[in-house]
């Protein structure tokens, strides 16, 4: 059995990085890597750019930090893509610290493409900006031409480049709470274990568990990106069948971001679970809102995380479309 | 199986304390409840007494919340005792947060008794501040009048009070990363809500296994804690014989601070490593000086960790013992 450093620079090596043994810090989850580089990054005041809608949980990271998200905006009207430069460029201050960025996205499903990414590290690179990089959902690419895609083949960013990794979606293990840092920023990876340090280790028995899910061949990756292209499709057409959705095919991850036609999604939400069911079923999802930074904003989207088996799936979309119809008729006519 | 909160609950009912479900916080290991604690109640600037010399880590956690430690000292001379009314008092300032002991002490080995015990109680009570007791140690008290000493028991102090817990020193599962924050102040359960559930859970196999480790019996402990009483006096009688060694038998955990006839532990530790050999073989304790916030303080001094077996721990202090001859003929009379 190897051990898990190794593993994850076996895993690496395939991807065309090579990783030193320093370069990789094993963390509990994804959530401690990012937690850990805030820590090690940011003052009080400081700030990161980040993409909004994005994870919730990068606001408490940051803020734990002493830190502030300065959220670039996107729209449900333009797929909330967020690669342009003017934009990400007049976000950045004195006080700008890092850009952070999810890809593929949570909640978006937002994939950058191989020119995006260049761009994005040549801003972080001009401005010498940290660029985080939250790779969690790498494997999930539903068109090919993305191939596995990570920041890490840029190696003219090597200093500012911040890779945030985990097993948990790659190989359905959540409940093991692996994950890792990856950077060559030899300044970084010195604070960083300070911090690794003084919690001093991620659970034994999960790590050798992570090492040998690192094992598994091409094969599963195949299969599991075909099932949740799948999913990702069912979803998607039965939401273009509910009059008033806006939907952008999500290219990656497992989620879909929809606006939808109800006046506020967290009390849509309330309502399914409160007063509505079909059959004495009824659905849930992640109301948009929290999902952005700026007030106001996604208030009636929503983000769908396609993780049900396909059938489920079917009848989940039919009970929103159903939930959406009454809801309309019921609470909003009135 | 019981879950493992509940199991946490049962242990401290034994232990005469009733929790409810939302005074436990299951963390990763002691050290996330020391690291959440310190993050949900620290702003820059602000201060925690904790008595030197003290577990190296808590000063990462302190920092990286922003805050700063007060070193409340102490000396070999009196056995590391630290439960002195004036000397605690004249620490408080305006930026006193809280007061952090661990108890029983690493690297100390000090217990407190129930009046010390009140009297710090009182001391944080009087001047409105959180008493953080980290007794993952509480299992290895030597003098059977110190039972299973908890502050929990103290409820006028539910308000003030954070116990750090953990499985790892109690059943030897330091592998599992499992440990937990008990408080009954709502406000700062709020706050170390928001960052576990910014993190997501616990390792889940680890809960399962250490919800499993509280159904040990009484029987369990009485035997670990006579084989470290046997440990701990083999370690204080040979390090008694060595001449100029000052020592205070240790009360509690498992380790004992002793201060050594050689100019600097630092240095006699790497001369052990590099330098000596005793029939191919050498020891290894931890230099006294890390664990002090003071410049210069425990420079001749060391933390041995009696966690050897028996035979193991009388030949390691043998070796000890021939190493200070050697190291005294050989480099200090130079």
Redesign the interface.
Known sequence: MPLLIDAVRDYYDKLGVKLDPNDVLIT??G??AL?LTC?SILD?YTEVIVPEPYYP?YT??VH?A?GRIRALPTCPEEGYRYAYRKRIESLITKNTRAILITNPGNPTGVVLDESEMRMIADIAKKHDLFLICDEVYREFCYDDKFGVPTMARFHDIDENLVIIDSVSKRFSA?????GCVVTKNKELQQALL??C??????????QV?AAALYSVDHEFFRQSKAEYRCRRDTVVSKLRQIPGVLVEEPMGAFYVMASLPVDDADKFQRWLLESFEDNGETVMFAPGAPFYETPGKGVNEVRIAYVLKQDQLERAMDILAEGIRRYQLEVMEQ
């Open positions: 509990t989850g959530s401690e937690l820590l009080p949980n408490t990271f734990a002493g959540c409940g093991a709470r692996v300070k911090f340090q003084s919690r001093l280790a991620v659970a034994s028995i999960d568990g």
